[in-house]
């Protein structure tokens, strides 16, 4: 058949066409465009290794780990678009660096193995910036250092038993080495704090508070030990008597009961820092996963088989458990989402279940008996000590359960970082399963922002074309509001789904054999695609699409392991299949069928058949006319491919055949030659002659070609090595020469037939060449042992052979005078190969042992390719990937586009993009739902909301979370300049000149903006006051519920003082026992909250007494009394004086008033500038309402591009300040901007923009122009 060189590219080539099989003559050149096969990896079976190598990356991208193998899913569409192959050990972790939209394309991934070894990725290129390691030990653990400013890239490393490594993953090299007493299994960093991380031991945790870049940490942390005094159900009040914890809350018919059991064994459930005795706790080696709460500060969650307890590192309790039913399918991982209080929890069955927080959180003794109201409540003095609070999750959907196959697994979860809706499951099957959490009515319960007409209210910016604009229902948090239960005006959680959105398949359990399709000819050209077969031991034949690595079809074809398959055109193929099990005369029931892949249809042959010996092998003929049956030390059966059937059996005394191969000689040109001559002459006849002639013979010229029965040949070699020569033509079998063994030529096992080469390998790795041209013969000795196949490469001329051993590979160029060109040794380079053959003509594919199949390089060393070489189905999704200048356009063109007279997306190349990245960026559009294009040109909030968008589309946290907050505090802004600003100075009763006159502090807060949607839990701090001051007493309350002893207690009654609640705190010191030796102390302390006086002299005495006590070390005692005669203001700068900003934040975002607590978030700013968290340090600054002091910090960070929209945003909303020094720092960070879009290359705007600035603008338009006229 006529073959095709190699083609590197998918565009227009010349094919040289050579002796065609098939085809009349044509030109011998032809323009075509023919799709390109690249180097790259297709997995297979995942391995057991491979748990929990699964990440989600921010930019959409979705990373796992396949045996050897990382692979990387565009999860939009739904494709593999990379693999990346360098490991040489099992792949255990993967981790994608986060989203830097300056620094793209250059994705970056990181992935570990068993070995020890850490290789940086560059996905686009799919080679490896560097490779890591710290010994040979495996790779326990992996997480990215967060929560310092420009240092994303540090690595944390955790290696058997107890090492822990910082990696700098730019510079290659080890920041520090620490190891630790314990043997530690796992780590995670508490995403509120960069100082605190938690390792997960064999029987404790042990929690880290030291943790920096700088310096190896000098402690060896603390370790704490779950312990579980349990409650006996036959002795329910008696404290310390052993039950069984799974059983707890579970087997109990009565609901009462049930919720007394639970109840007594949250409040005994606790973290000791000593070990107790082992029948009164529970063993953390019992623990599957250790993981910090993402939504609530200082919480921890604990994954066992059938509960998860969530743990309050504040006063080191259990404050809430989350038992599994007890049919259900036990938890093997947990997710905690971000944006909403949202547990994911993966199920050993492979379903999903979201277990959401529950609003409800107190109940009165038994739970049947609860009044009402109770239950919402937050006036603290509504409380009793009945009362028990527990944290409590519901679950509100499961997803169903994934139909697993005999011993397949989950092996991993991972949920998509940006939207947290989207849920990919990984299994040991090598699939992927998408899921995702949608609204079941598909509607939206609540407005994504506030109700137009309060906007309208506030300002007149909205037209009723923005406010027809349907909800966005993109992310977690536009799907409902908060979980916080004193949100008591939000609505009710719609009702929800789990749903299975998109299944990946992989290359199915072991491929025992492969075959690539007829190659690309001039006259197949229009109809080719590159498929290649794969069976599998379970019978199923999986047809893979080589040029873009996609399993196109999977057929269910036979019952047995599949042994051979043969194609005999581009959409059928043979295949032949018998069990392992063979009865002891060594007969076989051969499964033998013809296969359609377009339709799917199977056609059985020899089904006359009974137990016979199995086939040996089946070979198709070059022109597709027959196909010989083998069957070992069996007949040989010559058969009909046209019509089916079988021609003729050899008889008996027909040499027995070790190896055979047909050969591409024929007369088939000769006898269409004849054929033209008839027609001619027939032509040429009267025309009566054909009138008279039978209807049948009209078309006789039409069917003429199909008619022809040209002869072919074959070849083989019988079991002495001798090689025999036969033609075929119709049913007759021609005896041709017979050649005898060369010297030295051991047992033939395969041949290979090209051109006027043969080529016999035999069981010593001795390749025994005849030239037929030249009549000469030649032995070559590989060195390499038994050869097992022989495949030479497609292409006219190409005399490439692939030779396959039973240690290897090797690629042998017959033009270069039989030249190893390159070679593959097993398990030294590669794990085993088990089949090979040519997916072009430059590109040898091996099967190999962990179910792979490796499109290789010539060299036979690289296996992956830059993405700019693959083809891909769908074009990938994921604007990271654009060049590093347009992504950055885009996103601002996303953003705002106020230097135009309207908001459009038709980009052009005078918004700064070539031609090139043009064309990518409205690819990367085009794939954009209506909806969400539509909300972008119509968006209600304008440029704050549209940068938002933008920065989710990118995956970029950073500036989402910058967006959020500042989206949240630009309406809040709006609305007080609309209704009036408090009165932060006078009403509050502040003490600013520390005159000493009494203040009042801010304990009972109000709700002013309660048609707003206020800022979830997750941003803690940032918060504002009225939401967090409303966490904080229900966590007090929470710890109330549950405290067990007196220093439990003690501490629940310092934050009572601390936030206002005097009476409960009273209360609580009057209850300690009078034989507890601070009973005296507790007391006089209830006496002084009872009667506090605010006259002078006693405000006076008690700020002298505080101020003794922190003097003295008694610095909690000394703020308590500050607090309780209203300074806190003081009681926050003595914190400060000692080093407690995280306590003196929390008492001023607490109880403040507004001024006090600006006052001490503003010097909390500047810490965390000087200590290096800027970014940090802008979202306080921007929580505090202060956006020209935004813009400053933003112009210092050099983000001059987000101070430009920022601006623009605060403009809109009508809230930018209006003095002279702000229009001269709103001039400034215009001018920056405008630079900023110039250096972009978005020319146009930055001229634009510049003059509209003034005279300034105006000289920098001119610096532009001479700049651009430069660059032309």
């Known amino acids: 058949m006529a073959d095709v060189e190699e083609v590197q590219g998918q565009r227009d080539v010349t094919i040289e066409r050579g002796p065609s099989v098939e085809e009349p003559d044509q030109p011998r050149a032809v323009a075509v465009q023919i799709p390109r096969v690249s180097a790259r990896t297709i997995t297979g079976p995942a391995n057991l290794q491979n748990q929990g190598a699964i990440d989600w990356g921010q930019h959409g991208l979705l990373a796992y780990g396949s045996n050897y193998s990382v692979v990387i899913i565009d999860t939009k569409n739904i494709q593999t678009i990379q693999c990346l192959d360098k490991h040489k050990s099992m792949v255990n972790k993967v981790l994608w660096e986060k989203v830097q939209t300056s620094r793209s394309p250059a994705i970056d991934l990181v992935s570990s193995d068993t070995t020890g070894h850490i290789i940086v990725w560059d996905v686009t290129s799919g080679i490896p910036h560097g490779v890591l390691q710290e010994g040979s030990k495996p790779v326990l653990d992996m997480q990215w250092v967060s929560g310092f400013d420009s240092n994303d890239h540090i690595l944390a490393a955790l290696h058997p038993p107890y090492s822990l490594v910082i990696w700098d993953t730019y510079n290659k090299t080890k920041l520090w080495k620490k190891t630790y007493t314990e043997t530690l299994v796992s780590f995670r960093f508490d995403p509120f704090d960069a100082s605190k991380m938690a390792f997960l031991c064999n029987d404790c945790i042990l929690f880290i508070d030291d943790f920096t870049l700088t310096k190896v940490p000098s402690s060896n942390g603390r370790k704490f030990y779950v312990s579980s005094p349990r409650t006996n159900p036959s002795a329910s009040s008696a404290r310390g008597s052993v039950s069984n914890l799974s059983s707890v809350g579970l087997e109990e018919k009565q609901r009462s009961r049930d919720r007394l059991r639970l109840r007594r064994l949250m409040k005994d459930l606790v973290i000791g820092e000593t070990k107790p005795k082992p029948d009164d706790y529970m063993t953390v080696s019992e623990c599957l996963q250790l993981e910090y709460h993402q939504c609530l500060r200082h919480h921890l969650l604990l994954l066992y088989a059938r509960e998860v307890l969530v743990l309050d590192l504040h006063i080191n309790q259990t404050v809430g458990i989350i038992p599994l039913e007890k049919s259900g399918s036990p938890l093997v991982q947990i997710r905690s989402a971000r944006q909403r209080d949202i547990l994911y929890c993966l199920h050993e069955s492979g379903s999903v279940s979201a277990k959401f927080r529950r609003r409800q959180l107190a109940f009165v003794g038994s739970p049947l008996d609860a009044p009402a109201g109770s239950v919402s409540s937050f006036d603290m003095g509504s409380f009793s000590a009945d009362v028990f609070m527990e944290m409590g999750y519901e679950q509100r959907c499961q997803s169903e359960v994934i139909r697993h196959t005999k011993g397949s697994k989950v092996l991993g979860m991972a949920v998509n970082p940006t939207c947290e809706r989207r849920i990919a499951l990984f299994l040991n099957t090598g699939k992927v399963v998408f899921l995702e959490l949608r609204l079941a009515n598909n509607e939206i319960a609540f407005p994504l922002v506030p109700s137009h007409s309060l906007l309208q209210d506030a300002s007149n910016k909205n037209n009723s074309n923005k406010m027809n604009v349907p909800s966005r229902h993109h992310t977690l948090n536009e799907l409902f509001g908060p979980l916080m239960s004193f949100q008591e005006s939000s609505a009710p959680l719609p009702p929800l789904r789990l749903l299975v959105t998109g299944l990946l398949t992989s290359a199915a359990s072991l491929l025992t054999v492969v075959r690539m399709c007829p190659p690309l000819t001039t006259r197949n050209w229009q109809q080719y695609t590159p498929l290649m077969a794969g069976g599998t031991a379970s019978g199923l034949i999986q047809v893979f699409n080589m040029a873009t690595g996609a399993v196109d079809k999977e057929l269910a074809v036979h019952a047995y392991p599949v042994r051979g398959i043969e194609w005999t055109n581009l959409t059928s193929f043979l295949s032949y299949a018998y069990p392992n099990v063979m009865t002891s005369s060594g007969l076989v029931r051969n499964e033998f069928f013809l296969t359609d892949t377009l339709t799917g249809s199977v056609t059985p042959l020899r089904t006359d058949k009974g137990d016979e010996q199995p086939i040996d092998m089946v070979r198709v003929s070059p022109l597709k006319q027959y196909f010989v049956v083998i069957l070992k030390d069996g007949p040989f059966e010559l058969w009909d491919l046209r019509n089916l059937c079988m021609l003729r059996t050899m008889p008996k005394k027909f040499p027995s055949v070790a190896a055979l191969e047909w050969s591409p000689i024929h007369n088939l040109k000769s006898l269409k030659k004849k054929l033209a001559y008839v027609e001619e002459k027939e032509q040429s006849e009267p025309t009566n002659i054909a009138a008279s002639a039978p209807s049948g013979e009209l078309n006789r010229g039409e069917n003429a070609e199909k008619q022809l029965v040209a002869r072919e040949h074959f070849v083989f070699s019988d079991s002495d090595s001798q090689l025999y020569h036969f033609s075929v033509e119709g049913n007759i079998v021609r005896d041709g020469i017979k050649i005898p063994p060369e010297n030295g030529v051991g047992t033939v096992t395969s041949i290979a037939f090209k051109n006027d080469q043969i080529v016999q390998g035999d069981v010593d790795g001795l390749l025994n060449i005849w030239d037929l041209k030249a009549r000469t013969s030649k032995n070559v000795h590989t060195g390499r042992g038994w050869i097992k196949k022989m495949r030479f490469a497609p292409g006219k001329g190409n005399l490439k052979l692939l030779i396959l051993y039973s240690d290897g ?262 209850e300690t026992e009078f034989d507890n030796p601070s009973y005296y102390t507790d007391a006089i302390k209830a006496c002084l909250v009872a009667t506090i006086q605010s006259t002078g002299a006693a405000q006076s005495t008690i700020k002298l007494v505080a101020t003794n006590l922190i003097a003295n070390g008694n610095i909690w005692e000394g703020v308590q009394l500050l607090c309780l005669i209203g300074k806190g203001l003081d009681a926050c700068r003595y914190l400060i004086s000692y080093g407690l900003w995280e306590s003196a934040v929390w008492l001023a975002k607490s109880v403040l008033p507004l001024a006090e607590m600006h006052e001490v978030m503003r010097k909390w700013c500047e810490y965390l500038w000087a200590g290096g968290h800027k970014n940090k340090a802008i979202l306080v600054t921007l929580s505090m309402g202060q956006f020209d002091r935004t813009l400053e910090l933003l112009g210092m960070q050099r983000l001059h591009g987000q101070a430009g929209l920022l601006l623009q945003a605060c403009k809109e909303f009508g809230v930018f300040p209006k003095s002279s020094t702000s229009e001269l720092l709103a001039n400034a960070v215009k001018l920056d901007f405008a630079k900023h879009l110039f250096s972009l290359g978005s020319h146009q705007a930055a001229l634009q923009l510049s003059q509209q600035l003034g005279p300034a603008g105006e000289k920098l338009c001119k610096e532009f122009m001479i700049l651009a006229s430069e660059n032309v």
């Not at 356009?889 to 586009?897: A, D, R």
């Not at 052009?908 to 539509?934: K, Y």
């Not at 970029?956 to 959020?964: A, H, M, V």
Request: glycine fraction near 4%; charged fraction near 25%.
């Open 809 to 1070: 590979v090797d690629v042998v160029d017959l033009k270069k005078n039989n030249e190893r060109i390159s070679q593959l040794k097993c398990p030294k380079d590669m794990v085993k190969v088990l089949d090979i053959d040519w997916a072009a003509s430059d590109k040898p594919v091996l099967a190999t042992q962990d179910g792979c199949l490796r499109i290789m390089d010539m060299t036979l060393t690289t296996s992956f390719s830059a993405l700019v070489d693959y083809e891909f189905p769908e074009p990938i999704f994921c604007p990271a990937l654009l060049p590093s200048k347009a992504a950055c356009i885009l996103q601002l063109l996303l953003s705002t586009q106020f230097w135009k007279d309207h908001y459009s997306l038709a980009f052009s190349t005078d918004d700064g993009f070539s031609e090139g990245e043009l064309q990518a960026v409205n690819e990367q559009l085009s794939m954009l739902d209506s909806e969400q294009l539509d909300y972008l040109q119509n968006c209600p909030l304008g440029t704050a909301e549209r940068s938002l968008i933008a920065a989710r589309l990118y995956g970029n946290q950073s500036e989402i979370d910058f967006w959020t907050v500042a989206l949240y505090y630009l309406q809040t802004a709006e609305l007080e300049a609309k209704h009036g600003k408090p009165e932060m100075d006078q009403a509050a009763g502040g003490d600013l000149l520390g005159t000493g006159s009494p203040t009042v502090l801010d304990t009972k807060r109000i709700n002013r903006y309660p048609h707003l949607q206020p800022l979830d839990s997750c941003y803690d701090i940032l918060c504002e006051p009225y939401s967090y001051q409303r966490l904080q007493l229900e966590r007090v309350s929470l710890h109330e519920s549950k405290r067990g002893d007196y220093q439990h207690t003690k501490k629940v009654i310092e934050q009572l003082i601390l936030l206002g609640e005097m009476d409960r705190a009273v209360q609580l010191l009057l």
